[in-house]
């Protein structure tokens, strides 16, 4: 089975605190992607990468930057955070070759920060 | 650019009923389209995807999802529904970028 990992589920930060949030797979994906989740509004992409070091702005990046010095892992990094960053964050990875193959999803960092 | 609409917010099904999710895509071409399940506390999983073909599709858990291209619909069935089927759903579109658009999601509650 496919497995992307989150390692921190639950964290408390302070405004303007620098924040990473970890994400790794196993499955050599090329594809893997940043979501935030909020009531009302579903799951809106931060950033993509679709190789290492390549990166590309999703829908909401503003605060936001990603790192991806290895395959399998890929940062979400929020240089200093801010209230209205407190929400649910989805890493997700895929294969690349086909727009179908099957996106697979972490099981979600909750951040408050306060 | 693709969006999608889920006009249902909330629904809820008494166990044993059918249960019907719509979702409505915006999008030019031909679109690829996903139902994703969320459980409380976890991430997304398939349910399942349409890209070409049959337009009636079957997915894990007992669910189907029928692509209606003149009305820009994929609307997700299940003819009876289970207790653990209480979750939220989220339909989404892809545009051959791997970028999905996602809607805002239909939260299902199960009463006994």
């Known amino acids: 089975d496919v497995k992307v990992t989150q390692s921190s589920r639950y964290l408390v930060k302070r405004t303007g605190e620098k924040v990473f949030l970890e994400c790794v797979q196993d499955?050599?994906?090329?594809?893997m992607f940043w979501y935030r989740q909020d009531p009302g509004l579903g799951l809106r992409l931060i950033y993509f990468?679709?190789?290492?070091?390549?990166?590309e702005k999703g829908d909401i990046p503003e605060g936001y930057s990603v790192s991806r010095e290895k395959k399998e892992r890929f940062s979400l990094i929020l240089e200093s955070a801010s209230t209205n960053q407190t929400s649910m964050y989805l890493c997700?990875?895929?294969?690349?070759?086909?727009?179908?193959?099957?996106?697979?999803f972490g099981e979600g960092s909750w951040l408050t920060v306060v | 650019a693709q969006s999608v609409t889920q006009p249902d917010i909330h629904i809820t099904v008494s166990e044993g009923a059918s249960l019907e999710l719509r979702c409505n895509y915006s999008?030019?071409?031909?679109?690829?389209l996903f139902w994703y399940v969320q459980s409380p506390g976890q991430g997304l999983q398939l349910l399942l995807k349409y890209f070409s073909g049959d337009t009636l599709v079957q997915g894990i858990k007992g669910f189907e999802a029928e692509f209606k291209r003149s009305q820009s619909s994929f609307n997700l069935r299940k003819p009876s529904v289970h207790w653990s089927d209480a979750a939220e759903y989220f339909c989404a579109v892809g545009a051959g970028d791997y970028k999905l658009s996602f809607g805002a999601g239909t939260t299902v509650t199960v009463r006994a």
């Open positions: 990468s679709y190789d290492v070091k390549m990166k």
């Open positions: 997700a990875s895929t294969l690349q070759g086909a727009t179908g193959n099957t996106i697979y």
């Open positions: 499955m050599d994906h090329e594809n």
């Open positions: 999008y030019g071409a031909t679109p690829y």
